[in-house]
T-cell receptor
Framework: RKEVEQDPGPFNVPEGATVAFNCTYSNSASQSFFWYRQDCRKEPKLLMSVYSSGNEDGRFTAQLNRASQYISLLIRDSKLSDSATYLCVVTATPYSSASKIIFGSGTRLSIRP | DAGITQSPRYKITETGRQVTLMCHQTWSHSYMFWYRQDLGHGLRLIYYSAAADITDKGEVPDGYVVSRSKTENFPLTLESATRSQTSVYFC???????????FGPGTRLTVT
């Protein structure tokens, strides 16, 4: 089993729809969680951090479920510009082990007009 | 505000040659990272550095060497390039452990 798993998609949804993806992780000692967005052939860019209490930034909501070991990303009122690959990142302290910073392989989202 | 830059952006080299990829950040972030991104594997950590003169291996360090004599620079050297090292390489930096990382624009390396 991979340490961090994401559904690769693609998720193909109409503009204005609500879409959600999950990211599961296997290391129960994981402490920090992030969602990044990556456009084709570009660098990943931070979308949002995921806090234990959950957090919201405009149309985007991130949740953490420690009991079931997954994080989620919800996008409301999707826009064409939301089309991208969404990467989850799970980290644990200390960084002294290679396995402590793990990127998911990403979920592709395509918004159609 | 330059942020984090990488050079070269594109590089073609031959098997067996030594190649150095440069990474420079202007934020004075303590942590810096090198990743490679390949289809089917996502981003994999090669090396990271917690501060100047402190480096440690990541998930896939074989065939790579790093150094960090100054906080702002973190070069990655492929000592003897192989075709399997054809990839997109991203450098990133972070202000503190477990905090979000900020990525450079990437270097697309082809080894022929």
């Amino acid at each position: 089993r991979k340490e961090v798993e994401q559904d690769p998609g693609p998720f193909n949804v109409p503009e204005g729809a609500t879409v959600a993806f999950n990211c599961t992780y296997s290391n129960s000692a994981s402490q920090s969680f992030f969602w990044y967005r990556q456009d084709c052939r570009k660098e990943p860019k931070l979308l949002m951090s995921v806090y234990s209490s959950g957090n919201e930034d405009g149309r985007f909501t991130a949740q953490l479920n420690r009991a079931s070991q997954y994080i989620s990303l919800l996008i409301r009122d999707s826009k064409l510009s939301d089309s991208a690959t969404y990467l989850c990142v799970v980290t644990a302290t200390p960084y002294s082990s290679a396995s402590k910073i793990i990127f998911g392989s990403g979920t592709r989202l395509s918004i159609r007009p | 505000d330059a942020g984090i830059t990488q050079s070269p952006r594109y590089k073609i080299t031959e098997t067996g040659r030594q190649v150095t990829l440069m990474c420079h950040q202007t934020w004075s972030h303590s942590y810096m990272f090198w990743y490679r991104q390949d289809l089917g594997h996502g981003l994999r950590l090669i090396y990271y550095s917690a501060a100047a003169d402190i480096t440690d291996k990541g998930e896939v360090p074989d065939g790579y060497v790093v150094s960090r004599s100054k906080t702002e620079n973190f070069p990655l050297t492929l000592e003897s390039a192989t075709r399997s090292q054809t990839s997109v390489y991203f450098c990133a930096s972070s202000n503190r452990e477990l905090y979000e990382q900020y990525f450079g624009p990437g270097t697309r390396l082809t080894v022929t």
